[in-house]
T-cell receptor, first 110, second 114 residues
Framework: GEDVEQSLFLSVREGDSSVINCTYT??????LYWYKQEPGAGLQLLTY?????DMKQDQRLTVLLNKKDKHLSLRIADTQTGDSAIYFC??????????FGSGTRLQVQP | ETGVTQSPTHLIKTRGQQVTLRCSSQ?????VSWYQQALGQGPQFIFQ???????GRGNFPPRFSGLQFPNYSSELNVNALELDDSALYLC?????????????FGPGTRLTVT
């Protein structure tokens, strides 16, 4: 079945850039997403990319997609303490089930 | 425009009991999906409803069932609760048309089974 893998933890200093990585196995994935979850809260849709794109930029967020290697990354520029959260990568081949990774905990140190 | 809302926020049940969780979709959204998120893990897809019909199901037993109503609100029912059902239950709604691949999540219901 489909699988999405993420590293567990990332620590950066305030003002630095953060890069969160994700790999997936489903070659039929058409949409790939990044969600943010703060403690005790639901998931916030940050951004997404269609599989025929290589890059998408949205303010401080840059998504890079390497479809050949099935690798997705999220770069957060000028990381702030408010960016501390768990970040989930997800993919879908259609408009139904999202398959999520286990999440990467981002810790931003002042 | 209000976002996705869920009720209750927290719930404690005993093994073997039944539970109903509720979700109100974001205005203009006609598709709702339910996910189970165990502690320390990513959400797992339970099922999706579109126009009051089940539109896809994940690897969950039949004791997990759902309903979608004409106003696009939704319920998740779980019968014969087991300890492993303890989790955060999330619903997500999707808009119609070209943005139907977007899923917007509610805050979740934390279910504890003792």
């Amino acid at each position: 079945g489909e699988d999405v893998e993420q590293s567990l933890f990332l620590s950066v200093r305030e003002g630095d850039s953060s890069v969160i990585n994700c790999t997936y196995t489903d070659s039929s994935s058409t949409y790939l997403y990044w969600y943010k979850q703060e403690p005790g809260a639901g998931l916030q849709l940050l951004t997404y990319i269609f599989s025929n794109m290589d890059m998408k930029q949205d303010q401080r967020l840059t998504v890079l997609l390497n479809k050949k290697d099935k690798h997705l990354s999220l770069r957060i520029a000028d990381t702030q303490t408010g960016d501390s959260a768990i970040y989930f990568c997800a993919e879908t081949a259609g408009r139904r089930a999202l398959t999520f990774g286990s999440g990467t905990r981002l810790q931003v140190q002042p | 425009e209000t976002g996705v809302t869920q009720s209750p926020t927290h719930l404690i049940k005993t093994r073997g009991q039944q539970v109903t969780l509720r979700c109100s979709s974001q205005s203009g959204h006609n598709t709702v999906s339910w996910y189970q998120q165990a502690l320390g893990q990513g959400p797992q897809f339970i099922f999706q409803y579109y126009r009051e019909e089940e539109n896809g199901r994940g690897n969950f037993p039949p004791r997990f069932s759902g309903l979608q109503f004409p106003n696009y609100s939704s319920e998740l029912n779980v019968n014969a609760l087991e300890l492993d059902d303890s989790a955060l239950y999330l619903c997500a709604s999707s808009p119609t048309g070209t943005r139907s691949y977007e899923q917007y999540f509610g805050p979740g219901t934390r279910l504890t089974v003792t």
